[in-house]
């Protein structure tokens, strides 16, 4: 059973940084994109960015390209999201999520002062 | 840049009706194209592949169809369970890719 497992919610306060992660199991995860998927209190579905564990090449939206940071460790099978200055517009729950449609738990991230 | 363009962004409806939610994208995906089902403080969900593949546990009454660039979702008779959020993801275009805006669809 495919199954990917998030870290759990997140409190930080402006400034902060922060590095959550997303383990998949029960596939081959190197060769397989995965991905984050932002979602704001209310709102839709965003891509965020992409990675191939296999080669790391990753690909980001340009709504988010410089403002996070997505890792791999191929040898763990995960998948990390990371910010190094965190901002209230960045109080969101952060799916990981594959193409095919296997989605993560989410994780919520409220930053707040 | 590939637009995903979702029709319409909230419906109501009563059960038994048969309800349609359409995805519209700027340049031919050929079928690939996603629908998600998203509840309250859950993950989406997914229910159609590749436009009209229904996954393994999907009630029947979901279906997809289209290809190119326009896409629907059917619901054949609305249940109350069927209360959610919906959502098309293209996967044709370069990752990352594109979701629609989500169609909000209330029972009446």
């Known amino acids: 059973e495919v199954q990917l497992v998030q870290s759990g919610a997140e409190v930080k306060k402006p400034g902060d940084s922060l590095k959550i992660s997303c383990e998949g199991s029960?596939?081959?995860?190197?060769?397989?994109?995965i991905g984050w998927v932002r979602q704001m209190p209310g709102k839709g579905l965003e891509w965020m960015g992409i990675?191939?564990?296999?080669?790391?090449?990753?690909r980001y939206n340009p709504s988010f390209q410089g403002q996070v940071t997505i890792s791999v460790d191929k040898s763990i099978s995960t998948t990390y999201l990371q910010w190094t200055s965190l901002k209230a517009s960045d109080t969101a729950t952060y799916y990981c999520?594959?193409?095919?449609?296997?989605w993560g738990q989410g994780a919520l991230v409220t930053v707040s002062s | 840049d590939m637009q995903v363009t979702q029709s319409p962004s909230s419906l109501s409806a009563s059960v038994g009706d048969r309800v349609t939610i359409s995805c519209r994208t700027s340049?031919?995906?050929?079928?690939?194209l996603n629908w998600f089902q998203q509840k309250p403080g859950r993950a989406p969900k997914l229910l159609i592949s590749?436009?009209?593949n229904l996954q393994t546990g999907v009630p029947s009454r979901f279906s997809g169809s289209g290809s190119g660039a326009e896409f629907t979702l059917t619901i054949s008779s609305l249940q109350p369970e069927d209360s959610a959020t919906y959502y098309c993801?293209?996967?044709?275009?370069?990752?990352?890719?594109?979701f629609g805006q989500g169609t909000k669809l209330e029972i009446k």
């Open positions: 340049q031919s995906i050929i079928t690939y």
């Open positions: 990675i191939y564990p296999s080669d790391s090449k990753t």
């Open positions: 993801l293209e996967t044709y275009s370069s990752p990352p890719y594109t």
């Open positions: 999520a594959s193409p095919q449609g296997f």
């Open positions: 590749a436009a009209s």
């Open positions: 029960g596939y081959k995860f190197d060769n397989f994109w």
